[in-house]
Structure formats: C-alpha cells, structure tokens
C-alpha cells in the first residue's frame, strides 16, 4: 500500500547552530568554498554519501554529533565567520545592480538549471549555462528570477554495463532532501492551473534560493492531477512529443501564471532556448483577454520586452510540433486572440520553406524584438539558420546579435587557486572578474607555486578517478585481479588530456581513435606518455550516441590503452569539477560549426588549464595562439568524412609535434617553464572574458535594458503606443507595393574610377505614394563587388528630402566616402521606419531599385 503523505523526522538541531540551516537552503554555498568546508566538516562520511548535501546531512546527522559540534569553540568560530561573509553578501549596497539604476526586472525561463550535483534537474551544457546565470545575477544584484520545471526523475543516473552500454537509472528523488521551500500566498502553497487537452492541470510551485535571487520550480505530480498528468513533470526531455507540448505549457504558460499569482510584473521575460516560448502565447492573451487590446497589438507590447537566446545551431534540435497537435492543445487560444487557426499557426512558421509543423524557435524569434546566438560564429551560423523569418532580408542583417556564452568562475575555480588570487593578484579579485588589466597580475604567480598547486589537483583527479572505476567495476562483479590494476591507471606525473561532454555524435567523441597505431605510440612513450580521461551522458534515445560511449568504453579496457585511457561513468557537476581543475589540457573537436558555445573548456584557464579544440563556438574569440592549440582549420565546408579526416590527422601532428615536448620540457628537471608560460597566458586571457558576469552584464546593457525601455513606451498610456504602431504597420503593409524607385543618379557619370577621399554622390528618384518619407528609410547598399554581388556591404542613408513633384515623388541623395581602394558596386532601397520600431527588417518589407 502506498503513503498518502511522506514526512522526515529530522535532529533538533542545537540553537547555535541554526545558521547552518538557513545557509543549506541558500545555493550560495556551493560557490563559496568556506562554506562548502563547513559542511564537510560536518561529517565528511556524510557529505561524500549524501552527493555533498547538506540538507540532507542535516537531516541524517545523528544528534550526538551536532551537541558535539555545539561544543566545539573551532567549529563555531568557522560557522559564524561562514555566517557573516554570507550576511554581508547578502545586504551589500554597492553592487552592479544597485548601482544601475536602469537595471529592470527579469524574469528567465530555462527547462534545466544546473547549480550543483545535489540538485540534479538538469541535463547538461543549457542547464549548467542557466544555473550560472543565476549565480551572476545574483553577485551582480539584478532584480532577476527564474522559471523552470521541477522533475521527479531528474534527468537520469549514468551506469556501464559488462558490455560497455549506457544504461539510465531513475533517480526518483524525494523533493524534501533537496534545499528546496513551497512557495506560499500569504499562508497557503501556491497551485497554478493550466488547460491540456480540456483538463485543469494543477503545478505545485516550489522556490529555490540562489544568493540572492530565487528559482520558481512547477511540479505536476499533485494528487488531484490524474496518473497521466503527474507523468508532465517525471523526467527532464523524455517522453514523445506529446509529453515535450505538455511539459512546455506547463513551463511557458504555466511559469507566466506563477508570476502573477505572486504579483511579480517582469519588464524583461527572457527565453534561454525555445522550450518556453508559450510564454509569449499567455502574456499576448491576457492583454487581449484582461486589457481589451487587439491581437496585434498585444503582439507589440508582448514581443518588445521578449529576450530570446537560440542555443542549437542545427534544425532537428529545435523542438517542432504537427499541425494536428496544435490544434488539440492550440485552438483556444486562437479563439481567445480573435483570430483565424492558420494566422496563429503562422507564428511558428517561417515565412518561406515552411513545413506543416509548429517550430518553437521560429515561434521566439516571431515574438521577441531582441534575440542573440551564444558566440560570435554561432551568430553567423543562426542567420543562416533561420533567414526564411525574415524573407529577402539580407543574411548579414537578420536581427539575431551575439552574446557569447560564459561560465561563473568561483563556483568552477578549485579553492587552492582562490587562495592564489588572493594572495598574488589581491584579497579583492573576486570583484575584477571582468578586468583583463587587473588579470595580468598573474605573472606574479611564481612558477613553482602554479605548477605544485596543478600538480596537486591532477594527483587528487587520479585518486577520484580510480576511486570511481572501482565502485563501478566492483558494481559489474569484476574479479579482484580486474580491481587490482586500477592502482596502476594513470600516473600525476604523465600529461592528462581530459573530454568531458554531452555524447552527441557531432561533438565526435570516439576521433582520438581513428588513428590507433598513433594513439598507441602516443599512451606507450616511456619518455614523454600520454593518458586521456573521457567521461559524458547521451540521451538515452539517442543510440548512435549511446554506441560512441560504448566505443571509447571498449577502447579504455584493452590491454595495451587500459592503463592510459579510461572512461568514467555518470558524468555530472562534480566529475565535471575534479576534471577541469585537474586535468592538464581539455579536448575539444566537434564538427565545426556545430558547437554553438560551449562553455566546459572554459572552466580549465582559471585552473591553469589549457585548451585544444577545433576553431569552433567560444574557442574562435578564446583562442590567441598562445594560451592553447587549436585543431585543424576553419573548414566550414567539406564532407563530415573529410572534416573527421583532416582534424584527426591535424590533432596527431599538434600533440606529437608541439604540445608532447613543450610539456616535458623541463630546464631544470622539475619545472616546464614554457608551458607554465602558457598556462598564465591562458588564465590571464581566458578568465576575464569567458565569465557568466561578463556575459549578464552584456545581457543587461545590450538587451535588457533596451527591451525594458521599449515595453515601458508601448505599455504607457493604455498602450497608445502599441496601438499606433500596429495600426502604421497595419496601413504600411498595404501601402508598400505602391513604392518604387524610378532613378538613380550619381556624380561620378561617365566616370568609371574615383580616387580614395572622394565622395559618391547619389540621387535616387523614388514614387511613395500615400507613404510619407518620415516612414521610410532610403539607403544606398554598398560594398566590394565583382559586378554579380556586392560583399560585405554596409548602408548609408541618404538624409537629404526633397518633393520633386506633386504625385508623390520625392528626391532623396547622400554621399558615399570612398575610404579605401578597390572594386565596389551599390544599390539603393526602401525600407519602412516608424519611432517604435525596434528591428530595422520587422516589417520584413524591402524595395529595390531594379
């Protein structure tokens, strides 16, 4: 029989320890080292059982224990020290936040946030990405909170099988271990409802708190939900397609109900992937429903303070749902705009090449006015992507900017590095993150400090990692001569290339392999060895995935790798931890230009680390050619056959012919100097830049801010604004077939050269009609041209009106400065304007002259 509740009975726990508690149920411990050692301390069997948990080590202490720790002067005196950096954390009034007073208040949607193993509700890379978010938010002060989704199953526990198979273990976690609290109105735990499918779906909401900012988390598994409806919230990506529509209701609809329900009115939502972007479909509504504002121009007012950030640099990963499934879930609230079926599906359709499906990106980048990649390629690459949204707008003008991605540096930086920063570039280094000039003080590091403090990471790495193997060769029943060996994997004194990452085929785990007499003769060099640790999740769907672990597994127990190379099950925060603080250079080689980001190589510079990747995602702005290597060339082209091909036979050349020597290059017999040289170049250039502060800096003064700025001015006045704009673009779209361009002149006629210095004058004649010139913009279009396209162009608007007649035509002229020798050609174009628009192409309208 099954409880119909479940409780804990925890210790008392002693009055002068009660900061503990609320210092268990606040994440900002698990970015704070001396807190983190506060908890250990605690009980280190505990915390090594309990997956580093505090709440639950607090609830299994045994009473015993905790009067002892009440008596014990040192152990107080740490708590409270712990206790008062945290108080003063918390009540600073000098932050990034506070002092801008322009900061908005955001809200930030995610299906997974990462902030620690002990909270397991998340899969990967866009997880870790959002947890760190919140954690410089937070040490930045913004007035920010977060929605996601909270699961029952997690993502799934990681075991290999004899066989070398993944196999996925259900977590099934029970929420009252975790740090988490039921959010309450007044004195009641909020429920939040949604419609599927006709049925009231009822969301338990919880909070977690992360500094300074809270979490909201939706769970569905309630009991007045039926069994199918407490299915919605299991298990983070699984299920079909159906069950993916449902979670992404209950995340984007019903995350906007919470809001409400607690009365916070975000000026900024922001979309960190397209799993939220019902979002959008519940804010149009209710300014429809609640306010009485047309469909068109809720939409104005709804997409003007929408962030959206696309992570997935290939079609197949972004979510798309058939028609028929929309009109199930869908039609109501195409009913509830007071609009036809076909117009709302067209929100999730581009407006060219559009199949029957509904895409939930295509649906952000519709209602958003403000939407960037996660790097400067992946920028590119999204243009391209996504260009039928914007039809015949040129690729290098889609509205899609860049942020590159970044990762919180104390939560990923090992705790001896925090002593080294504090004590060789100042007590105070945690408030320069983002100062590259305050960063060159690392080369007051001495050289022998770096490199024992690297030396004693790797040699607690090799102790973790053969601890690992041999619970999991214990666990698959291997014989005490298999077990034995394990003392003999890996050594601290031989370089340690660590690949650590989600196992997508693209990302070409098993590459190393491809060439094994090299490999071989790389792992059995007496002189100059190699060793390599390999470690990663694939979906459990995703079987070609699944047979690159079962690969690089298989290659990790031969007799002449097992000693070199092994592959460590269950990758998660803490693995990921010990590998980016120990390892001694991290590899990299997704097929380019498929990494749109990624952020786990990021990690190793402030830990004196170094990279060798492919010239793709973050590596492309990171790497400077001499803070780490870089695979192969920057082929965008070329069959994947011919990509694995030249980047295998590249990677080999770079480690026998560069990295190898430049590591056991030791002058003196104990120290590589040059590759110390590296390793500070590396922090020194890496650290300052590739951090999430400077990213929700950037976040807040390029989007943020600006978006906020434009909801305020649409919103205003009962939305007069809004109003007006949709009722000119209404009055536009009707209106721009009339336009056309009848000349265009120039004062360089007859002349087929110009000298640099020189001035372009051109003249375009151009009929509007019943478009006034303050509603249009007239540019030249100009770049290098080899007479069949023009490249790399740039606009100039020509500023100069005149009426040249009474039936709407008009005389528009500017100059073009010939700034530098070369072939270059130009066109002239209409597009609209109007003062509320916030993208140039919004009205995707564009005349040429022909």
């Avoid at 960190?272 to 972007?277: I, K």
């Avoid at 590589?672 to 590396?682: D, F, G, K, N, T």
């Avoid at 375009?764 to 540019?779: C, D, E, I, N, S």
């Avoid at 606009?795 to 007649?805: I, K, N």
Wanted: overall charge neutral; charged content about 25%; hydrophobic content about 35%.
């Amino acid at each position: 029989m099954q409880p119909v509740q479940t409780f804990n009975v925890s210790p008392r726990l002693p009055e002068i320890l009660e900061p503990l508690r609320e210092l268990a149920h606040n994440l900002w411990w698990t970015w704070e080292p001396d807190a983190r050692r506060l908890f250990r301390h605690l009980d280190t069997e505990l915390w090594d059982r309990t997956n580093h948990n505090p709440i639950r080590m607090l609830q299994l202490s045994r009473q015993a224990r905790l009067l002892e720790l009440a008596a014990d002067d040192d152990y107080i005196r740490e708590m409270q020290a712990v206790y008062q950096k945290f108080n003063t954390y918390m009540g600073r009034t000098d932050t990034y936040g506070k002092l801008r007073v322009t900061a908005p208040r955001v809200a930030y949607f995610s299906a997974e946030f990462g902030f620690h193993e002990s909270v397991p509700n998340y899969s990967g890379g866009l997880g870790i990405l959002s947890g760190d978010h919140c954690k410089s938010a937070s040490d930045l002060d913004l007035d920010f909170c977060a929605v996601t989704l909270l699961y029952r199953h997690g993502y799934f526990k990681q075991q290999i099988n004899k066989d070398g198979w993944q196999e996925a273990v259900s977590l099934n976690q029970n929420f009252n271990h975790l740090p988490l609290r039921e959010t309450k109105v007044g004195d009641q735990p909020l429920q939040v409802y949604v419609s599927i499918l006709g049925r009231s779906v009822s969301a338990k909401v919880w909070e977690l708190q992360i500094g300074r900012i809270k979490l909201y988390l939706l769970d569905s598994d309630v009991q007045q939900n039926s069994p199918e409806d407490r299915l919605i919230t299991q298990q983070l990506y699984g299920g079909d397609l159906e069950m993916r529509i449902r979670q992404e209701i209950v995340l984007g609809i019903g995350g906007v109900r919470t809001l409400d329900a607690l009365g916070i009115h975000p000026e900024v939502y922001h979309m960190n992937e397209g799993h939220s972007a019902f979002l959008a479909l519940e804010r149009i509504r209710q300014y429809v429903q609640d306010k009485g504002l047309e469909y068109y121009t809720a939409l104005q007012v709804v997409a003007s303070s929408n962030v959206f950030t696309t992570h997935t640099p290939v079609p197949a990963g972004n979510d798309a749902f058939p028609r028929e499934m929309m009109v199930r879930h869908f039609s109501r609230y195409a009913e509830d705009f007071r609009i036809t079926f076909d117009d709302f599906f067209r929100l999730g359709q581009p407006m060219v090449n559009a199949a029957d499906t509904f895409s939930m990106t295509v649906l952000a980048l519709r209602v958003s006015r403000h939407a960037n990649g996660v790097s400067q390629l992946h920028r590119e690459v999204s243009r391209g992507l996504w260009q039928d949204v914007w039809a015949g707008v040129p690729i290098q003008e889609v509205p899609i900017t860049s942020i590159t991605n970044g990762v919180h540096t104390k939560t990923w930086t090992a705790p001896e590095f925090h002593r080294i920063y504090a004590k060789y570039l100042g007590s105070d280094w945690e408030e320069h993150l983002t100062d590259p000039e305050y960063w060159r003080r690392v080369i007051d590091i001495p050289d022998d400090v770096l490199w024992e403090t690297h030396h004693l990471l790797k040699a607690r790495l090799i102790e973790f990692i053969r601890d690992r193997l041999r619970r999991q060769r214990i666990r698959i029943g291997e014989s005490p001569q298999q077990l034995r060996k394990i003392n003999s994997v890996l050594n601290p004194e031989v370089l340690t290339i660590g690949f650590a990452r989600r196992f997508a085929t693209y990302k070409r785990g098993t590459l190393l392999f491809s060439q094994k007499e090299r490999l071989l003769r790389l792992v059995q060099n007496t002189e100059r060895p190699v060793q390599f640790i390999f470690a990663g999740k694939s979906h459990p769907k995703d079987e070609p995935g699944k047979r690159f672990i079962q690969e690089v597994y298989n290659k990790s127990r031969e007799p002449e790798l097992e000693h070199a190379v092994v592959f460590v099950e269950d990758y998660d925060t803490y693995i990921g931890r010990r590998l980016y603080q120990g390892v001694d250079l991290w590899l990299n080689n997704p097929l380019r230009p498929l990494e749109a980001s990624g952020t786990s190589g990021m990690k190793l510079p402030p830990n004196g680390g170094l990279n060798l990747s492919v010239l793709d995602g973050w590596w492309c702005e990171g790497y400077n050619g001499k803070n780490g290597w870089a695979i192969g060339s920057e082929i965008s082209d070329g069959t994947p056959e011919f990509q694995n091909e030249v980047d295998a036979e590249s990677l080999f050349n770079v480690l026998e012919n560069q990295i190898i020597p430049l590591y056991y290059a030791k002058p003196d017999g104990r120290i590589p100097i040059a590759w110390i040289q590296l390793m500070r170049e590396s922090m020194r250039s890496v650290t300052p830049v590739f951090n999430t502060h400077r990213m929700v800096k950037e976040y807040t003064e390029r989007l943020y801010e600006p978006a906020a700025a434009r909801f305020k001015a649409l919103s205003a006045n009962n939305c007069q604004a809004a109003v007006d704009l949709a009722k000119w673009k209404h009055s536009t779209r009707v209106d721009w077939p009339h336009i056309r361009i009848d000349s265009v002149e120039t004062s360089q006629a007859g002349r087929a050269s110009m000298f640099v210095g020189d001035k372009l004058e051109i003249i375009a004649r151009v009929f509007l009609g019943p478009v006034k010139p303050t509603h249009v913009r007239v540019q030249a279009y100009v770049g290098e041209s080899d007479d069949t396209s023009i490249r790399n162009p740039f606009t100039v608007d020509l500023l100069d009106v005149e009426r040249a007649g009474t039936d709407g035509i008009y005389r528009f002229s500017g100059m073009i400065p010939a700034s530098e020798s070369g072939s270059y050609g130009f066109n002239v174009r209409v597009i609209p304007t109007h003062p509320h628009l916030i993208q140039d192409h919004e009205l995707r309208l564009i005349t040429w002259a022909q």
